[in-house]
């Protein structure tokens, strides 16, 4: 091998070295991102379920006519509501429907509230391109069937 032949030889070995080690890079930079957004995502979904009043939701949409521990603004500790369909279906209907709300109504449209906003705050996220629908999905279908 000639001294010029060598040298083209050495030239494109480190090129293809760098090639190589950029393609490593970038592999490893996308599997921690992807890493990154499953925490993220693991994260939201922890504050998510840890929300009082987003458990007493789940627990109603999954029981009905159940006792269930209400968290209060307005009292130190959760007020035990019996919640029946009827209870929760007036708790539900728009302002313009009703006369009132009476406390109980009042607490479950609270706990209502904070479901949807945290819900909505999931929608942002996904419009944002922090997540995905595909990302989310796994965690969704373990609320809605847990």
Partial sequence: MTAESWTLFTEWAKIVGALGAFGFGT????R???????????AQI???EADKQIQVVLTVLDWSDRRVAVPSKLEDKPLVVFISESLLCTSLLP??????YSPEES???DCFDRFLDGLDRLQTFIEAKLISIDELRPYIDSLLSG
């Fill in 95 to 100: 302002h313009s429907s009703t006369c009132g």
């Fill in 32 to 42: 921690t991102q992807k890493w990154k957004r499953r925490e993220f995502i693991a």
């Fill in 107 to 109: 607490l479950i449209r």
């Fill in 46 to 48: 922890k504050d998510f």
């Fill in 27 to 30: 592999y490893q930079y996308i």
